[in-house]
Protein backbone atom coordinates (compact mmCIF):
# COMPACT_ATOMS: atom_id res chain seq x y z
CA UNK A 1 0.00 0.00 0.00
CA UNK A 2 1.52 3.47 -0.70
CA UNK A 3 -0.51 6.37 0.89
CA UNK A 4 -3.62 4.40 1.61
CA UNK A 5 -4.33 3.10 -1.68
CA UNK A 6 -2.59 -0.54 -3.56
CA UNK A 7 -0.06 0.63 -6.12
CA UNK A 8 -0.70 -0.59 -9.76
CA UNK A 9 2.58 -2.17 -11.03
CA UNK A 10 2.96 0.42 -14.16
CA UNK A 11 2.49 3.15 -12.34
CA UNK A 12 6.64 3.96 -11.69
CA UNK A 13 5.85 4.84 -15.78
CA UNK A 14 5.47 8.77 -15.05
CA UNK A 15 3.53 8.70 -12.03
CA UNK A 16 0.31 8.13 -11.15
CA UNK A 17 -2.17 6.23 -13.44
CA UNK A 18 -5.48 8.08 -13.95
CA UNK A 19 -9.03 7.03 -12.82
CA UNK A 20 -9.43 5.28 -16.05
CA UNK A 21 -6.28 3.04 -15.98
CA UNK A 22 -7.50 2.54 -11.94
CA UNK A 23 -10.90 1.30 -13.33
CA UNK A 24 -9.68 -0.89 -15.90
CA UNK A 25 -7.52 -3.27 -13.91
CA UNK A 26 -10.08 -3.03 -11.37
CA UNK A 27 -12.08 -4.45 -13.72
CA UNK A 28 -12.49 -8.21 -13.76
CA UNK A 29 -12.90 -8.35 -17.65
CA UNK A 30 -9.53 -6.34 -18.06
CA UNK A 31 -7.70 -6.35 -15.10
CA UNK A 32 -8.17 -9.68 -13.73
CA UNK A 33 -6.44 -13.10 -14.40
CA UNK A 34 -2.78 -11.22 -14.85
CA UNK A 35 -0.44 -14.68 -13.70
CA UNK A 36 1.44 -13.28 -10.36
CA UNK A 37 4.48 -13.68 -12.40
CA UNK A 38 3.28 -10.92 -14.75
CA UNK A 39 2.82 -8.85 -12.04
CA UNK A 40 6.34 -9.36 -10.63
CA UNK A 41 8.01 -8.59 -13.65
CA UNK A 42 5.28 -5.71 -14.16
CA UNK A 43 6.55 -4.55 -10.77
CA UNK A 44 10.53 -5.26 -11.40
CA UNK A 45 10.09 -2.71 -14.45
CA UNK A 46 8.20 -0.16 -12.34
CA UNK A 47 11.26 0.33 -9.87
CA UNK A 48 14.06 -0.21 -12.95
CA UNK A 49 12.04 2.59 -15.26
CA UNK A 50 15.26 4.60 -15.01
CA UNK A 51 17.36 1.43 -15.73
CA UNK A 52 15.48 1.39 -19.72
CA UNK A 53 17.20 -2.40 -21.01
CA UNK A 54 16.61 -3.85 -17.45
CA UNK A 55 12.94 -2.17 -17.65
CA UNK A 56 12.29 -3.23 -20.66
CA UNK A 57 13.71 -6.78 -20.12
CA UNK A 58 10.64 -7.14 -17.60
CA UNK A 59 8.43 -5.70 -19.54
CA UNK A 60 9.20 -8.36 -22.60
CA UNK A 61 9.25 -11.07 -19.42
CA UNK A 62 5.36 -10.21 -18.61
CA UNK A 63 4.42 -9.97 -22.29
CA UNK A 64 5.33 -13.21 -22.80
CA UNK A 65 3.53 -14.64 -19.93
CA UNK A 66 0.81 -12.20 -20.19
CA UNK A 67 0.66 -10.99 -24.02
CA UNK A 68 -2.77 -9.74 -24.23
CA UNK A 69 -3.30 -8.55 -20.90
CA UNK A 70 -4.68 -4.98 -20.46
CA UNK A 71 -2.31 -4.56 -17.30
CA UNK A 72 0.67 -5.49 -19.79
CA UNK A 73 -0.39 -3.37 -23.25
CA UNK A 74 -0.68 -0.19 -20.61
CA UNK A 75 2.36 -0.71 -18.92
CA UNK A 76 4.06 -1.21 -22.02
CA UNK A 77 2.20 1.85 -23.83
CA UNK A 78 3.24 4.15 -20.65
CA UNK A 79 6.96 2.93 -20.75
CA UNK A 80 7.09 3.81 -24.59
CA UNK A 81 5.43 7.07 -24.49
CA UNK A 82 7.06 7.96 -21.43
CA UNK A 83 10.46 7.23 -22.53
CA UNK A 84 10.04 9.00 -25.81
CA UNK A 85 9.38 6.03 -28.29
CA UNK A 86 6.64 7.25 -30.11
CA UNK A 87 6.63 4.43 -32.77
CA UNK A 88 7.05 1.83 -30.17
CA UNK A 89 4.12 3.00 -28.18
CA UNK A 90 2.07 3.90 -31.39
CA UNK A 91 2.16 -0.40 -31.89
CA UNK A 92 1.09 -1.37 -29.19
CA UNK A 93 -1.62 1.50 -29.04
CA UNK A 94 -2.89 -0.71 -32.22
CA UNK A 95 -2.25 -3.70 -29.90
CA UNK A 96 -5.15 -2.06 -27.53
CA UNK A 97 -7.36 -1.11 -30.37
CA UNK A 98 -7.85 -4.72 -31.63
CA UNK A 99 -7.96 -5.87 -28.01
CA UNK A 100 -10.87 -3.18 -27.70
CA UNK A 101 -12.36 -4.16 -30.51
CA UNK A 102 -12.69 -8.04 -29.43
CA UNK A 103 -13.90 -7.37 -26.21
CA UNK A 104 -16.55 -4.92 -28.00
CA UNK A 105 -17.19 -7.62 -30.70
CA UNK A 106 -17.07 -4.65 -32.97
CA UNK A 107 -15.10 -6.74 -35.70
CA UNK A 108 -11.73 -6.28 -37.01
CA UNK A 109 -11.65 -2.81 -38.33
CA UNK A 110 -12.53 0.45 -36.07
CA UNK A 111 -13.03 2.98 -39.20
CA UNK A 112 -16.31 0.23 -39.33
CA UNK A 113 -17.50 1.27 -35.91
CA UNK A 114 -20.88 3.15 -35.70
CA UNK A 115 -22.69 4.72 -33.16
CA UNK A 116 -25.16 2.12 -31.74
CA UNK A 117 -22.66 -1.08 -32.22
CA UNK A 118 -21.67 -0.32 -28.47
CA UNK A 119 -22.58 1.82 -25.65
CA UNK A 120 -20.21 4.39 -26.42
CA UNK A 121 -22.74 7.24 -25.26
CA UNK A 122 -22.41 5.54 -21.20
CA UNK A 123 -20.06 6.81 -19.70
CA UNK A 124 -19.78 4.16 -16.86
CA UNK A 125 -19.72 1.33 -19.68
CA UNK A 126 -16.13 -0.06 -19.27
CA UNK A 127 -15.34 -1.75 -22.69
CA UNK A 128 -16.50 0.48 -25.21
CA UNK A 129 -14.78 3.25 -22.89
CA UNK A 130 -11.81 0.78 -23.46
CA UNK A 131 -12.37 1.37 -27.17
CA UNK A 132 -12.71 5.49 -27.13
CA UNK A 133 -8.99 5.37 -25.23
CA UNK A 134 -7.55 3.37 -27.05
CA UNK A 135 -8.53 4.68 -30.46
CA UNK A 136 -7.62 8.09 -28.77
CA UNK A 137 -3.98 6.77 -28.05
CA UNK A 138 -3.91 5.59 -31.19
CA UNK A 139 -4.97 8.84 -32.90
CA UNK A 140 -2.84 10.92 -30.63
CA UNK A 141 0.48 8.74 -31.71
CA UNK A 142 -0.61 8.79 -35.15
CA UNK A 143 -0.18 12.37 -35.52
CA UNK A 144 2.86 13.21 -33.21
CA UNK A 145 4.67 10.31 -35.21
CA UNK A 146 3.81 12.25 -38.46
CA UNK A 147 0.63 10.08 -39.46
CA UNK A 148 -1.44 13.09 -39.95
CA UNK A 149 -4.26 11.30 -42.36
CA UNK A 150 -4.93 8.21 -39.75
CA UNK A 151 -4.66 10.55 -37.06
CA UNK A 152 -7.51 12.67 -38.19
CA UNK A 153 -9.58 9.83 -39.52
CA UNK A 154 -9.06 8.25 -35.75
CA UNK A 155 -9.85 11.39 -34.13
CA UNK A 156 -13.34 11.79 -36.56
CA UNK A 157 -13.96 8.24 -35.76
CA UNK A 158 -14.10 9.28 -31.99
CA UNK A 159 -16.23 12.29 -32.52
CA UNK A 160 -18.75 10.01 -34.56
CA UNK A 161 -18.98 7.82 -31.46
CA UNK A 162 -18.55 10.40 -29.04
CA UNK A 163 -20.61 13.20 -30.15
CA UNK A 164 -20.14 15.21 -26.71
CA UNK A 165 -16.64 14.73 -26.87
CA UNK A 166 -16.00 13.52 -22.98
CA UNK A 167 -13.14 11.43 -24.81
CA UNK A 168 -11.02 15.02 -25.74
CA UNK A 169 -10.81 13.89 -29.85
CA UNK A 170 -11.73 17.77 -31.03
CA UNK A 171 -8.59 18.79 -29.58
CA UNK A 172 -6.79 16.61 -31.68
CA UNK A 173 -8.99 18.14 -34.85
CA UNK A 174 -7.93 21.01 -33.83
CA UNK A 175 -4.26 20.81 -34.11
CA UNK A 176 -4.45 19.04 -37.24
CA UNK A 177 -6.63 22.04 -38.14
CA UNK A 178 -4.13 24.62 -36.97
CA UNK A 179 -1.46 23.15 -38.82
CA UNK A 180 -2.94 22.91 -41.83
CA UNK A 181 -3.75 26.30 -41.96
CA UNK A 182 -0.04 27.05 -40.88
CA UNK A 183 1.47 25.46 -44.10
CA UNK A 184 -1.15 26.80 -46.77
CA UNK A 185 -0.37 30.62 -44.73
CA UNK A 186 3.64 29.22 -45.16
CA UNK A 187 2.77 28.48 -48.84
CA UNK A 188 0.88 31.62 -50.03
CA UNK A 189 4.06 33.52 -48.42
CA UNK A 190 6.33 31.40 -50.11
CA UNK A 191 4.43 32.16 -53.73
Not at 135 to 140: F, H
Not at 156 to 172: F, S, T
Not at 178 to 186: F, G, K, S, T
Request: aromatic share 10%; hydrophobic share 40%.
Amino acid sequence: MSGGRETLPFEGFGGASDAFERSILASPLLGGGLPEEARSHLERAATRYHLTDVAETHLFEAEKIAPDHAAVLIALYRFYFYKGRLNEALDVARACVAKALRLNVLGEDWRRVQPGDAAFGEWEALLPRFFLFSLKGYAYLSLRTGHLEAGREAAEKLLELDPRDRIGAQVLIDVLDRMEDEEEADGEHRS
